[in-house]
């Protein structure tokens, strides 16, 4: 009898610590569900609508146009395309999406976060430097590496992250996120261009830095090149 009982209370902890560490989006229970913007006849999953199955068409799991170079003409030298739900419909409820991320020499992806996915970087062309920072329980320790055509990395879900050109021409890198709706933080932006603004006493406390200093990056245009 006791036996039976630990049997019992080991599958049920193995159990509860499977839902806990999941880290992707909920497994869909069907073949597909293709988000739909007309809500007046659908059912209503993962964020998103779904349309009839018998009404999918191939178009809905299709999106052309990632072999262009994107227009890094900006403040950070860098462009982010993102293909998730909210332009391929067919990923609804699939827990997966990719983006392109186009670098001018010297461009960076800013420090950032995917609240609910963990990436994994290739680099097409071009010579990057790329890190994240663990949490604070961890001690805020910083993973680096300098990547090269064809090296991989990842970026663990919810942690800071970046990536910076430090070739002498234009590079390029495709990730695939473990979620149809990543989201995105960037870390400055978020911060320093919230609307409204953070109260500067917050963040002067926060960053140990005079008023002053907040004030002055709280009057600054944060370019999002996501």
Known sequence: MKAVYFLISTLAILASATFLVSASDPSPLQDFCVA?????SAVFVNGK?????????????????????????NPL???????????????????????RIDFA??????PHTHPRATEILVVLEGTLYVGFVTSNG???????????KGDVFVFPIGLIHFQLNVGHVNAVAFAGLSS?????????????GSQPPINPDVLAKAFQVDDNV????????????N
């Open 36 to 40: 739909l913007n007309d809500t007046k």
């Open 214 to 225: 907040v004030d002055n990056l709280q009057k600054q245009f944060w370019y999002d090149n």
């Open 49 to 73: 609508f779904c349309k009839d199955p018998k009404l999918a068409n191939a178009n809905d799991f299709f999106f052309s146009g990632l072999q262009n170079p994107r227009n890094t003409q």
């Open 138 to 148: 961890d001690g805020n320790r910083l993973f680096t590496k300098v990547l090269n």
């Open 105 to 110: 020499p010297n461009g960076l992806n800013p």
């Open 180 to 192: 149809q709706n990543p989201g995105v933080i960037t870390i400055a932006k978020a911060v320093f």
């Open 77 to 99: 030298g860098s462009n982010v395309t993102a293909v998730n739900v909210d332009n391929l419909l067919g990923l609804n409820t699939l827990g997966i999406s990719l983006a």
